[in-house]
């Protein structure tokens, strides 16, 4: 009889457990969404897997930029593509051009990506900026012109991708 109630005893014990834990977590879940509620945990305790943020762009590098229009950007990158990797790539540009179109951001984002009309509809130059909500570049139009000065990143089968815009129009 003893054993019984031990054993009765035992499984109320243990149903307790895991009703507390389960209801803990129930509570836990409709506060904070669950994602959150690991990111604190994994982030405290293992702070080595904190999420990446970007550190702030220094303006100051785009001093100095080299006047191009697009078409000049993508003729150098199609007649000699190492010659325009050595004179353009992580180097500061100021582009003019006119928009072709914008391109549609995530939710969230807090850039903004445009291309400039290059004549070729498959070759293009896309223009991004940190800062969506900057009066300048909401103050872009497509079919408007625009002078930006920008790092150029990098090359796609799409076209010449430049970063860390700033528009200079007046």
């Not at 009703?19 to 305790?45: D, E, Q």
């Not at 050595?86 to 914008?102: C, E, H, L, M, N």
């Not at 150029?152 to 007046?170: A, F, L, P, Q």
Request: aromatic letters at 10%; a negative charge.
């Amino acid at each position: 009889m003893e054993e019984e109630i031990s054993e009765r005893r035992w499984y109320q014990a243990d149903w307790l457990k895991v009703t507390l834990i389960g209801g803990a977590g129930y509570l836990l879940g409709s506060i904070f969404p669950a994602g959150y509620v690991n990111y604190l945990v994994r982030s405290t305790l293992f702070p080595e897997t904190l999420v990446y943020q970007e550190p702030e762009f220094d303006v100051s590098l785009l001093n100095g930029a080299e006047e191009v229009t697009a078409k000049l950007l993508l003729s150098t990158l199609e007649n000699n593509p190492s010659d325009f990797a050595a004179k353009f790539i992580d180097k500061p540009v100021r582009i003019t051009g006119t928009i072709d179109w914008f391109m549609e951001s995530d939710a969230g984002d807090k850039d903004a990506t445009l291309t400039l009309d290059t004549g070729n509809r498959y070759d293009n130059v896309f223009l991004s900026f940190d800062d969506a909500s900057d009066p300048k570049v909401i103050a872009l139009d497509k079919g408007g012109s625009v002078t930006a000065s920008c790092i150029v990143t990098g090359t796609t089968n799409s076209g010449v991708h430049m970063r860390h815009c700033r528009v200079e129009n007046k």
